[in-house]
């Protein structure tokens, strides 16, 4: 029997679909394994704040009825599984020491029995609410019960169908098993079991861990199980170990077989390619020859044609080149020729510049540097520097009180605005600006003023002269 067989163990058909149930059983708690650890592990931390463990466990408990046989109450504080024993079967389960250790009927039993697994399902498990025949969540008890009750081992198709039906929409469920990456596991293993693609070797591990699960619940089997379904999975064990030496055996025969027809088929074909090896040689030296002939013909031709192409582009490049440079040498005289003109007009042009501010400058100091004296005698004119009188200031300090008093006589303009703080030798640019138009108006009112009384006494002076 080869080992890809998968679960058809036995000839007749029902029997097969008992052993997929059974196996189906174990898978649904494999997946159930870690939603339950997880839940139990909430209603633990829960517990740890409350006065009373046994009173906390019985309103727990839907049907008030804890399994006090199977658990340990001084380990109830530091490990959740003893608190999760007491919503297990009441015999079978002392030596269980986990979770994992247990069978199907351990994982279902805290589902139903503890009343805080209603938040993490779906509202529809539980209604109508447990023990009613009718609640989905016993309907998956029941399965349970069945296949370990089967007084024949035997299942019929529908009957397999609503097993699987039931146990996938559990794993399935979405408020947290859809989540869980163990139930998801277990939903494509359950797949695969009802289509029959799961591996023998895998099918045989299952039942092989089945086995060791009811072992470890002893007690709970001897009740449970019928002698005819224990006898039948010791049988299905040996079928399968049967099956899987059968499969080995016929694995080896047809690697030795595949290797014969390899090695002949090998000896054959090294024997055509020796034939075909020597009209190879002459066919490619042939042909070697011919493609040379033929390489060299073209190389030829190729070349006088890229001769010719050359030449004919390179007489071609040079005249434009020419042509390029010469066009180019001419603009670069010309824009030369042009820069340089500029130029030259440009130095005339500041020369002439500076030429006529040298002869305005002449211009007045000739004509307007001078003045009159007398209008009736231009020879006796004075330069202004001669008969320009420099006003005297002196720095006022204004006191506290208002007064004023007169200091030392300012000789620049610089003066007029230090403040004689050499450390402090700073000045408001817009006073200063201010101050200074302020002197220079009335310093031309002044000058005016004294040469209108200068020129009134020399008008005087020539009146009395005629007179």
Known sequence: MPANTGTKIFADKETNNWFKAFIALNVTKEGLTNFVENTMKKVHAALGT????????????????????????????????????????????????????????AVINIILNCTDFKNYLSS??????????????????????????????????????????????LLADPVCLAHDTSANIALSRLTDLQNDRLPLTEFGNLI???????????????EDFSEKAKQSLEEGLKKIKEALKDGEQEIRNKIQQADNEITEKMNKATSQIEEMKHDSVQTIYDRTEYCTRLIEQKIGDETKKAEQTITSQIDTLTKSSVKLIE??????????????????????????????????????????????????????????????????????????DGRRTKQEQIF??????????????TYDDEIVVVIMTMVVLKVMVMRRNTLFLHRISILKMDLDSVT
């Open 50 to 105: 409350c006065s009373s463990y046994e009173k906390a466990i019985i309103s727990l408990h839907r049907f008030s009825g804890p399994s006090w046989k199977n658990t340990k109450r001084h380990d109830w504080k530091s490990n959740w599984w003893e608190i999760a024993k007491c919503f297990l079967p009441p015999q079978g389960y002392a030596n269980v020491s986990s979770v994992q250790e247990s069978d199907f009927n």
């Open 412 to 425: 620049s303009y610089k003066d007029c605005f230090n403040r004689g703080d050499d450390d402090n030798d």
């Open 208 to 222: 092989q861990e089945f086995k060791q699960a009811i072992k470890r619940v002893k007690d709970a089997a001897e």
């Open 124 to 169: 529809s498990w539980l209604s109508p609410p447990p023990p009613d025949p009718l609640c989905p969540l016993e309907k998956v008890r029941q399965i349970g019960r069945d296949v370990r009750h089967s007084a024949n081992c035997k299942t019929t198709d529908a009957e397999l169908q609503d097993y699987f039906q039931a146990l996938t929409m």
């Open 327 to 400: 066009d180019h040498t001419r603009d670069r005289m010309e824009r030369r020729i042009q820069q340089k003109i500029a130029d030259k007009a440009g130095e005339d042009f500041e020369r002439r510049v500076e030429d006529l501010r040298c002869r305005l400058v002449d211009h007045y100091r000739e004509t307007v540097s001078y003045v009159p004296l007398s209008f009736l005698n231009p020879s006796l004119d004075k330069h202004v520097q001669d008969v320009y009188v420099s006003p005297k200031l002196h720095r006022i300090k204004i006191e506290n």
